[in-house]
């Protein structure tokens, strides 16, 4: 068997993929049994041109069918055939000597069911500079945490034999997969450990905004924790998949308190509850901007909650569908050989029940 695959995923990011790749390679190159495949979600740059000048595998998601981070993974874990799986995004690098401290790591201790390490968050145009150095790192006893590192797009190794017992990603998760996947790895007696050491630069620097927030709902990023919990509804995980997302119920619970007061007031014409509710909702906003030291961001956040809300009721009331039963259409573009080929789409994905 294959001892590491290495799935990376991209959508138009042509911008930072050759520096993802450069630093695969490197730190790749000392494991004799490799593989490398990058799964894109139909980019319109030149992502794929790019990443083809390198010895990967290559896939691509077509238009037309929901794409999401949680698809591209699933798809590169079929294709994947190693004992090891790490799973990188397209706007990070992989820091030097990870890799090989992951490695040891995952030989030496059989309950680990993943690896991942902390994140260096850096704005896009650090991509076009030197990588800056490390400060020298010593290295302490892994910890355990609750899922791969959810700050740069889910970077963490995988144990294959664990991801073939619990499942992989959910590619009908909108959002929230990393600590999703990170709850049934747990829950089969698994642990996820962090070690000392950063896993990848994550090259972003999307505004906090309005517009941003909105974006994520057009995006259907919101609906994630619902999602989960209607997954979860039977399967004995509700409970602790909701104390791990608490922010997501507060949110459903604090919206639905201001909206039973106001109709209460309406009808009893009596308005004291919900002004209690305006006050705690002035408090908390005066909170925010003070820790914020920024008006603007406070009520940003507010909004968010606002979303976030509506997004976990609109998660909780779409239908579950098995992942086990998910095809997604995509172009073999080149193949783990390094030939390049052009295949039929495997399948026609099932959109009807699939809103993104």
């Given amino acids: 068997m294959t001892e590491l695959s290495v799935v990376l995923i991209s959508k138009n990011q042509a911008w930072s993929i050759v520096r993802l790749m450069k630093s695969v390679m490197r730190e790749t190159a ?19 041109e790019l990443a083809g000048a390198y010895p990967v595998g290559i896939f691509r998601l077509q238009r037309g069918q929901p794409l999401s981070p949680a698809i591209g993974r699933h798809v590169g874990y079929k294709q994947a055939q190693g004992e090891y799986i790490l ?24 309950s680990a069911g993943a690896v991942t390490g902390h994140v260096i968050n ?19 006893a892994p910890r355990e945490v609750l899922w791969g590192s959810y700050g740069g ?13 619990v499942g992989t990603f959910n590619p009908y998760l909108n959002s929230d997969e990393e600590p999703e996947l990170g709850l049934r790895i747990r829950h089969a007696g698994y642990r996820i450990l962090e070690l ?11 505004p906090v905004a309005m517009s941003t927030i909105l974006s994520r709902r057009r995006r259907n990023f919101l609906l994630g ?10 399967s004995g995980l509700l409970w602790p998949w909701l104390r791990e997302r608490w922010w997501g119920p507060v949110a459903v619970l604090w919206m639905a308190t ?19 509710w305006l006050l705690g909702l002035s408090l908390l906003i005066a909170g925010l901007a003070f820790r914020k030291r920024s008006l603007r961001g406070a009520l940003v956040s507010v909004f968010n909650w606002v979303l976030l809300a509506e997004g976990v009721m609109r998660g909780i009331l779409m239908k579950p569908l098995p992942p086990e039963k998910f095809h997604a259409s995509f172009e073999l573009i080149k193949d783990l050989g390094g030939r390049e080929v052009w295949a039929a789409p495997e399948s026609e994905m099932q959109t009807q029940e699939f809103p993104f």
Avoid: C
């Fill in 30 to 48: 000392s494991v004799p049994s490799k593989e490398i495949i990058l799964v894109d979600s139909a980019s319109t740059d030149e992502t794929v």
């Fill in 87 to 110: 799973f990188l995004d397209g706007d990070t690098e992989l820091i030097e000597g990870w890799l090989t401290h992951a490695l040891r790591v995952m030989r030496e201790t059989p």
């Fill in 122 to 140: 850096l704005p896009t145009a650090a991509a076009k500079e030197p990588a800056p150095l490390l400060q020298k790192i010593q290295m302490r």
């Fill in 153 to 165: 797009g889910g970077a963490a190794m995988y144990r294959r034999a664990v991801l073939e017992e």
């Fill in 196 to 206: 000392d050491h950063p896993i990848v630069r994550h090259f972003n620097d999307a």
């Fill in 225 to 234: 924790i619902g999602q989960g919990a209607r997954y979860h509804l039977a």
């Fill in 258 to 276: 201001g909206l039973g007061t106001l109709l209460w007031s309406l009808v009893a014409r009596d308005f004291m509850w919900f002004s209690l």
